[in-house]
């Protein structure tokens, strides 16, 4: 019976005729199938007993991916010897008759198989087609949830830069997580691993530095782990790094910080720290604000148009990157940033 139902299924199904005419436990029977398959289940229907023809009938469906391939030897039953079932064996029916697959039986497996994953192939592309102008398409894991979901970015990001402090967020990430930044947790964690980030990609820099406000012994731990860190990204981050280290340090230590990207194997940061002194790093930065974004100098901008600004630039970016926008959004970024410092000296005096 295990092999009538094995060759059925990978037949297309059908039904199975069981000189049986009692109720038949249809679990027991396909608990019994699938131990002869691997563990796969195949479906059994509802049993139709015709007692006047001493069997019954059995409705078994097709198995979507044939063939099933018996897993194990079976004894045969009561009253016969040797193996009934072996292992590796392909049953499939031919009329009333069921056989061991031959050549034609997998060739037609195989050429039903790529003919529905075209098929497949086919419904997604029709899908994509139909789609309306200006879309964007969203790759999902099996979990359902987009890898770009701020929440799963994030978790994601934590996870891999605890066990690794050079596994950073990149660009797009951080600027995905800019648009969201009003939903991000107050972590110092968290703010740890946007600042060191965004110092070795800009745009978003000044922005986490304003608005997440790290404290000084953070910004002393980030500085210290970008100038050893093992990771080869710094090519943006020595520049970066003169110029935060110029904002928040005193001159005196600027200087230290100046001869230790010197000393320093990275070229990047010999050559952002050559000749620097903070003065012209602060002049440099005063002049940035200058910049021109839409016509309209930063300065003319109120600090709600430059948050608008930013948020309608970050979009852009996501969308379709380019130099010009992530420069755009960096100086931005700064003009906000010198606003909030000018701001908090004012509330000090």
């Given at each position: 019976?295990?092999?009538?139902?094995?060759?059925?299924?990978?037949?297309?199904?059908?039904?199975?005729?069981?000189?049986?005419?009692?109720?038949?436990?249809?679990?027991?029977?396909?608990?019994?199938?699938?131990?002869?398959?691997?563990?796969?289940?195949?479906?059994?229907?509802?049993?139709?007993?015709?007692?006047?023809?001493?069997?019954?009938?059995?409705?078994?469906?097709?198995?979507?991916?044939?063939?099933?391939?018996?897993?194990?030897?079976?004894?045969?039953?009561?009253?016969?010897?040797?193996?009934?079932?072996?292992?590796?064996?392909?049953?499939?029916?031919?009329?009333?008759?069921?056989?061991?697959?031959?050549?034609?039986?997998?060739?037609?497996?195989?050429?039903?198989?790529?003919?529905?994953?075209?098929?497949?192939?086919?419904?997604?592309?029709?899908?994509?087609?139909?789609?309306?102008?200006?879309?964007?398409?969203?790759?999902?894991?099996?979990?359902?949830?987009?890898?770009?979901?701020?929440?799963v970015l994030l978790d994601r990001a934590l996870t891999?830069?605890?066990?690794?402090?050079?596994?950073?967020?990149?660009?797009?990430?951080?600027?995905?997580?800019?648009?969201?930044?009003?939903?991000?947790?107050?972590?110092?964690?968290?703010?740890?691993?946007?600042?060191?980030?965004?110092?070795?990609?800009?745009?978003?820099?000044?922005?986490?530095?304003?608005?997440?406000?790290?404290?000084?012994?953070?910004?002393?731990?980030?500085?210290?782990?970008?100038?050893?860190?093992?990771?080869?990204?710094?090519?943006?981050?020595?520049?970066?790094?003169?110029?935060?280290?110029?904002?928040?340090?005193?001159?005196?230590?600027?200087?230290?910080?100046?001869?230790?990207?010197?000393?320093?194997?990275?070229?990047?940061?010999?050559?952002?720290?050559?000749?620097?002194?903070?003065?012209?790093?602060?002049?440099?930065?005063?002049?940035?604000?200058?910049?021109?974004?839409?016509?309209?100098?930063?300065?003319?901008?109120?600090?709600?148009?430059?948050?608008?600004?930013?948020?309608?630039?970050?979009?852009?970016?996501?969308?379709?990157?380019?130099?010009?926008?992530?420069?755009?959004?960096?100086?931005?970024?700064?003009?906000?940033?010198?606003?909030?410092?000018?701001?908090?000296?004012?509330?000090?005096?």
């Open positions: 019976m295990v092999r009538d139902i094995i060759g059925t299924a990978n037949a297309g199904g059908g039904e199975v005729l069981w000189d049986h005419p009692e109720p038949v436990d249809v679990e027991a029977l396909g608990a019994l199938v699938a131990d002869h398959v691997g563990g796969l289940r195949v479906e059994i229907g509802e049993p139709i007993i015709e007692p006047d023809q001493g069997h019954v009938r059995l409705p078994i469906d097709a198995w979507a991916t044939p063939p099933l391939v018996v897993s194990r030897n079976s004894e045969a039953g009561a009253g016969r010897t040797g193996i009934s079932l072996r292992k590796g064996e392909v049953y499939v029916r031919h009329g009333r008759q069921i056989r061991h697959a031959n050549r034609t039986d997998f060739r037609s497996w195989t050429d039903g198989a790529v003919a529905a994953e075209s098929d497949r192939w086919r419904a997604r592309l029709t899908l994509l087609t139909d789609i309306p102008a200006g879309s964007q398409i969203r790759v999902l894991p099996a979990t359902g949830e987009a890898f770009d979901e701020p929440s891999l830069w605890r066990a690794n402090r050079s596994r950073l967020l990149n660009g797009n990430e951080l600027v995905v997580l800019f648009l969201a930044r009003g939903i991000l947790p107050a972590d110092d964690e968290i703010t740890e691993l946007l600042v060191a980030s965004a110092l070795r990609r800009r745009p978003t820099l000044w922005f986490w530095l304003a608005e997440r406000k790290p404290t000084a012994a953070a910004l002393q731990k980030i500085f210290d782990d970008l100038i050893v860190g093992g990771d080869r990204d710094k090519t943006d981050a020595g520049r970066s790094l003169v110029e935060v280290a110029a904002m928040y340090e005193t001159a005196s230590d600027f200087n230290e910080r100046m001869a230790e990207l010197q000393r320093s194997r990275y070229r990047h940061f010999q050559q952002a720290a050559e000749n620097t002194n903070r003065i012209d790093v602060l002049d440099r930065l005063a002049a940035g604000r200058e910049t021109t974004v839409r016509k309209r100098k930063l300065s003319a901008f109120g600090t709600v148009e430059l948050v608008d600004l930013a948020q309608q630039l970050a979009s852009e970016l996501r969308s379709k990157p380019s130099s010009s926008r992530s420069r755009q959004l960096t100086m931005v970024g700064l003009e906000l940033f010198a606003r909030d410092l000018e701001a908090s000296e004012r509330a000090s005096e």
